[in-house]
């Protein structure tokens, strides 16, 4: 009786073997599949970017265009996030210079740009800005042109001579051998249009795109092309970001369709 049971058990055991060997080939990932991840490495990459948390160092006169551009990039790629540090360009140069937590730059001229060459990826244009001069709300003063800023009695501001702005803001006035002596030199754009629209200035010159976010309190006024500078916006990554990958992806998209649509509806000029 020993055998014939050893026999039955023998056989149930076969048996049940191969109908576990089909369940198994029917079954879900595997221990090791779970271990890698692989289902999820697709959901990752099905945004286009890799996910990350995104430092970018702009400049002050993007403040506004790249809250409205950082919003649609992350709904275009869901898990990333992106932070903007908004100043003066030098003052950005600075901070990179001295190993602040970036992972891309936008300065808002070449010249700032090219100095961080060790610093950065290869630079890309993505826009460009005119100049104007900004006034109080209905141009009070009557002022017409970068001659009227000559005028001892208004209080004109500029930008400080080291700022993209300010250096723009020289290179017109000394075309036109005009002399203009400022009230205050400013450390960025935004602080030359805030002096003019809370009326701590009669005049400021300040980019075109700057003026128009603020259209209820201060008029622009236009300068001529052959009086005016353009300026140009870089963008590049940096080296010393842990997230290489997603930032160049980022600054690649500042040149694609969806941001120059944005960058040209707040004003900016095509690259």
Known sequence: MSLVLTRRRAATALMTAALLVPLAACGGESDSEKDTGAGSSAEASASGAPAADLTVLAAA??????????????????GTKVTFSFAGSQELAAQVKQGAPADALVTADTKTMDGLQGDTGSPQIIAKNRLVIATGEGNPDGIKSLKDLADPKLK????????????????????????????????????????????????????????????????????PDAENAIAAYPAATLKTSEHSDAAAAFVSWLSGPEAQKILQDAGFQKP
């Open 156 to 223: 004109v501001v500029l930008a400080a001579p080291e700022v993209p702005v300010g250096r723009y803001s020289k290179q017109v006035l000394d075309a036109q051998k005009i002399e203009v002596k400022p009230v205050s030199q400013e450390p960025n754009v935004r602080a030359v249009l805030s002096k003019v629209e809370l009326g701590e200035a009669d005049a400021g010159i300040v980019y075109k795109t700057d003026a128009a976010t603020a259209t209820d309190k201060v008029d622009a006024i236009a300068i």
């Open 61 to 78: 006169s993007l403040t506004d265009v790249f809250k409205t551009a950082g919003a649609a990039y992350e709904k275009a790629n869901p």
